[in-house]
């Protein structure tokens, strides 16, 4: 099997006669752009007489010979193909194909192969059904003169596209696009409103005009004359979680059990196949300890496990992680960070993430991701177990928090929120501290203050689900932008909300078809990139989500302690008490650095001059928040928003 990193790039001119050794030098530009995502091996297909380039670059692991060599053409010479990511039933397909009589006479023995002969076989929306893994694909059809892009069910590799100058363009990364001779790039204010918002710019948008995200699941087809309409739907989550719940049968406990270890052992022992080094991210958590504890029991020999520790013991997990990996025996490798070694990374985080992205865990991840890649070459991470099991407290605080609230009168909430907002955290905390002796248990909270003002900043939600997208707001009320142009996205229009039988399942599926991808995914993927790693996230396996999304939600949440289901399968191989502690996020505390060693950095892009450089932000409220913060409210998340924003336009605009 050939197993590889890879980028893809391409484009197709509205004409169909070009300068062939032009077309050449800019695939070579396009493909030399993202470099890192495959440093080992690259190549350009170029049709001239059809005004069409692919590029590809490929990080091989193993059969460097041509049989493995991408752009690669289809045995009877009607497609050519560029492809990133794995199919890890690649071997079944193949088996499917010789068994029907459409095998063609095999060069070699991977799985982009396998693909364009079944793409030969059965076209390219069956064959990407019958597809397993993670994946974007661009196909060129030289008899149909179409080409076509597609992306994996959930969304794990990425794929822009979009027009530049007259040409229809595609690549893995923005790089790739920015180096073609004559593009001219406009930042796009309603994703830019976004990203402010949420903290990524929401697919299909890009940062850009006039470029696009694919939906996961979905495909694009391209004209001879460079045209193209809506991508269409080849795999649809929102359909198969709905038609998965409709049909839920009753499960005992005992029966669950028994089926999510089959069903999730199967996975990660199919994504374990390599002959390369391979290993996992152990965090210590739930997630990656259930992934971690799946592959030992499928290994002969220690499993390689790999873990990042700080300084700041309240965010470090490297001890919970040691203890978990002692257990099971893995062989564990963790490495300690200081806060100067964590910030290093920080200048670096534009360059690695193309469009602005402030999801703050960027930095642990691309730390863990260049620590791993130093002993292995892929990985497993235990990524969308809270989306598939029920893992966020929101899915729970959320729900609670509406049952106590959502009847009381509007008026009189957003009064309460008020009251509370009126008064500064630190009295909120002190007013506690001087009645804690007279107080319950459950009210002696940390740093009280901090939580009413959240408490009032989502009271005055209208409905459930405006509570949700109050919730997962990172900058809450009016924007601050000078002319806020805001696009409607899922988050913000139940219309389009998957159907289910609850709110948590709601907010859960929502979370998949926004936040995993658009956020932990992109997260992990360009850390990984950036250091020419391979990571696979088993819970994303299509038998997983449709099980998952198959069980009652009682088994996923039981007694307000998510994961239920999950928790339970993971005691038979881990005691309970090494992984029962509260859900921890995988983070920095960006809130001390931006008081202490960040603020001069801060105090630069945050200057008036620098917000207002590009006439989109507006910098009094800005700057209103950063006082704000500089006077101990903890409001991190909102301005880490405005400073990768503008770190990105220094380093692209």
Known sequence: MVIKVCGIAGLKLHTEFADADRLRRTGELMAGAIIHRGPDDGDVWVGADQGVVLAHRRLSILDLSPAGHQPMSSACGRYVVVFNGEIYNWASIRTELEQSGNAPAWRGHSDTEVLLAGIVAWGLGATLRRARGMFAIAVWDRQERML??????????PLYYGRVGEAFVFASELK?????????????????????????????????????????????????????????????????????????????????????????????????VADVPLGALLSGGLDSSM??????????????????????????????????????????????????????IIPRLPDMYDEPFADSSQIPTALVCALTRQHVTVCLSG????????????????????????????????????????????????????????????????????????????????????????LVSQWRGALPMRSPM????????????????????????????????????VKVDRAAMAASLETRVPFLDERVISFAWGLPFEQKVRNGQGKWLLRQLLYRYVPQAMVDRPKQGFGVPIEHWLRGPLRDWAEDLLSPDQLASDGLLDP????????????GRNVQYALWNVLMYQAWRRRWA
Request: a negative charge; aromatic letters at 10%; charged letters at 25%.
């Open 291 to 344: 992934v971690v504890a799946l592959m030992q029991a499928r290994s002969t020999k220690p499993v390689r496990t790999f873990t990042i520790g700080f300084a700041e013991g309240a965010y470090d997990e490297a001890a919970h992680a040691k203890v978990v990996a002692a257990h099971l025996g893995t062989e564990h490798t963790e490495l300690y960070v200081s806060p100067d070694q964590a910030r290093a």
């Open 148 to 157: 076509s892009i597609a992306r994996d069910r959930i969304g794990e590799k």
């Open 383 to 470: 990524d969308a177990g809270d989306e598939l099991f029920g893992g966020y407290n929101r899915y729970f605080w959320a729900t609670s928090l509406w049952r106590r609230f959502g009847k009381v009168p509007l008026g009189m909430r957003r009064g309460a929120a008020g009251v509370f907002s009126s008064i500064s955290a630190a009295n909120w905390n002190r007013a506690f501290g001087a009645l804690s002796w007279a107080m319950p248990g459950r009210l002696r909270v940390a740093n009280p203050g901090d939580k009413l003002h959240k408490l009032a900043e989502v009271m005055g939600a209208e409905s459930e689900e405006a509570l949700y997208r109050e």
């Open 176 to 272: 790739s696009l920015r180096v073609i001779p004559g593009a001219e790039f406009h930042t796009d204010p309603g994703s830019l409103a976004l990203m402010l918002r949420y903290g990524y710019v929401p697919a299909p948008l890009s940062i850009y005009r006039n470029i696009f995200k694919l939906l996961p699941g979905t495909l694009l087809r391209v004209n001879a004359r460079g045209e193209f309409v809506e991508p269409e739907t080849w795999w649809s989550f929102a359909d198969t979680a709905q038609q998965r719940v409709a049909g839920r049968s009753p499960m005992s406990d005992a029966e669950a059990l028994d089926a999510l270890d089959e069903v999730l052992g199967s996975a990660i022992g199919e994504q374990m």
């Open 486 to 521: 805001e696009p409607r996205t899922l988050v913000a229009d139940p219309s389009g909300w998957p159907r289910m039988p609850s709110y948590a399942e709601r907010m859960m599926a929502v979370d998949t078809l926004t936040y995993l991808p658009d956020d932990i995914l």
């Open 620 to 631: 009094v409220p800005i700057r209103a928040m950063w006082e704000k913060h500089l006077s």
